[in-house]
């Protein structure tokens, strides 16, 4: 899958009904097109798997629960199973309302050994450039820093579209997520008995990299959108419960 990383920007989520998440595709088709690989999917969708890495102590969901400002989560990202699948190690912060991700491309094979103190290397790295080192280490510094283990297994469906010639105005469509506690590191994309964490509610959310699209001030009127919060991770685990949580 090509990367279609937005370093950084502005989201804005909302939870819609599935009727009317149809109605909003069929008029952000007027201004965006599907994304690449939703658009050989029978559904236009494709998967996304994730696991999130935490403290002790929860400090990531804490500082979330908290409303600090300037937080962050950690987390890997992936969309395949099999030995050669690449996954990505990803920092997605917040300062105030922007979004900033940073990200590195890795080996399968390497992430257990990564998330157990390995020093981070260019082999570590499918695509081998300074930029990745970079992100890679700084991933590291943060998981070592606060000693971050697995979590949770978030997965769940994405229905992506964007413009033709660039990402910086996308809108995905998430359904059916799911989560589970998870302490190894298989990264699999099998869930048994996962929660359903927003019911029958898609996740829709609207993501710029500059000026606010007049379009898209259209949008939230015409379908009567109100902005909601949607954090996969947080809301993964108070399904789950915290205190399971805690010490794991």
């Not at 008029?27 to 798997?49: C, K």
């Not at 000693?147 to 964007?162: D, L, Q």
């Not at 996308?170 to 019911?199: I, N, P």
Request: aromatic letters at 12%; hydrophobic letters at 35%.
């Amino acid at each position: 899958m090509k990367d279609r990383l937005q370093e950084q920007r502005f989201e804005i989520k909302f939870r819609v009904h599935e009727y009317k998440a149809l109605e909003i595709r069929h008029f952000v088709e007027r201004y965006l097109a599907i994304d690449p690989f939703g658009a050989t999917q029978p559904d236009l969708s494709y998967p996304v798997h994730s696991l999130y890495i935490d403290s002790q102590s929860m400090k990531t969901y804490q500082d979330t629960i908290n409303g600090n400002r300037n937080r962050y989560k950690l987390r890997i990202r992936y969309y395949e199973n099999g030995p050669d699948a690449p996954v990505f190690f990803e920092i997605k912060r917040r300062f105030d309302k922007v979004i900033a991700k940073k990200r590195a491309k890795v080996k399968r094979r390497y992430v257990q050994e990564l998330l157990t103190g390995q020093m981070p290397i260019m082999e570590h790295l499918i695509k081998q450039t300074p930029k990745e080192l970079e992100a890679l280490e700084h991933f590291c510094f943060l998981v070592n820093q606060i000693h971050a283990r697995p979590k949770i297994h978030v997965a769940y469906r994405r229905e992506a579209y964007e413009l033709e010639d660039n990402n910086s105005v996308r809108v995905t469509f998430d359904r059916d997520v799911r989560t589970k506690q998870e302490r190894g590191y298989s990264l699999a994309t099998e869930m048994k008995d996962g929660a359903d964490v927003f019911g029958n509610k898609v996740i829709l959310e609207l993501k710029f990299t500059n000026r606010f699209p007049d379009w898209f001030r259209e949008l939230t009127q015409r379908f009567d959108l109100r902005q909601d919060s949607a954090a996969k991770y947080v809301d993964g685990i108070l399904k789950i419960g915290p205190g399971k949580l805690v010490a794991v």
